[in-house]
């Protein structure tokens, strides 16, 4: 069912390096993306796919990871993930970006979760920096970058606290919780 598949599709910051995700993988991951609703239907977006520990090495540099956890810099190095997928917005194709990175994203991630790996969507990210070790076109915004890999950690869901804090954190068995609001809160009845 589609609401288990969302509930469960959960963003994973810490990954086992027993757990390689092949390039056909990658391409049927993209392939969802291919087949997501897009804006006037222009299909702007291109992608980057890695996994191979130099190129690896390289997005993860360019990345920041987890900023409601203070105390924590990131996924060591025996916790990081084995894939990734860039997501690109093609300027000459459309000049606004629009929200396609979204949707093409969370296609992305269902098609993660139901494959049985693991992932984040990754925001934070210095691009200057991925531009240059990638040597990406100036043609090209970089919208998202995708983490990827077998899960090495727990995620739980719960309802926000009635303190309100919207904020994960890690418990002191290292379980990662996520605070989601209640349905009642987010339907407004006017």
């Known amino acids: 069912m589609i609401e288990d598949l969302v509930a469960k599709s959960r963003s994973v910051r810490r990954f086992c390096q027993d757990g390689p995700v092949s390039t056909e993988t990658l ?3 993209v392939d ?3 087949y997501s609703p ?4 222009l299909q702007p977006l291109k992608f980057i796919l890695s996994n191979t520990p130099e190129r690896n090495a390289d997005i993860f540099a360019t990345l920041v990871w ?7 810099d990131g996924p060591a190095q025996s916790e990081r993930p084995t894939a990734y997928i860039i997501i690109l917005h093609d300027k000459q194709i459309n000049k606004n970006q629009g929200c396609d990175h979204g949707i093409a994203a969370q296609s992305i991630m ?3 979760c139901e494959k049985g790996i693991a992932g984040c969507m990754v925001g934070s990210i210095d691009r200057k920096q991925l531009r240059r070790k990638l040597a990406i076109a100036n043609q090209y915004d970089i919208s998202l970058v995708l983490a990827l890999g ?3 950690e727990i995620v739980v869901l719960e309802d926000v606290k009635e303190d309100g804090s919207i904020e994960y954190y890690r418990d ?3 379980i990662h919780h996520v ?3 209640k349905l009642t809160d987010l339907i407004l009845d006017i």
């Open 27 to 29: 391409r049927q991951l």
């Open 32 to 34: 969802l993306a291919r």
């Open 38 to 41: 897009s804006g006037a239907n």
């Open 66 to 72: 987890a900023g409601y956890l203070k105390d924590w």
């Open 110 to 112: 269902l098609g993660v």
């Open 150 to 152: 077998k899960a090495d």
């Open 172 to 174: 002191k068995n290292d």
């Open 179 to 181: 605070p989601k609001r």
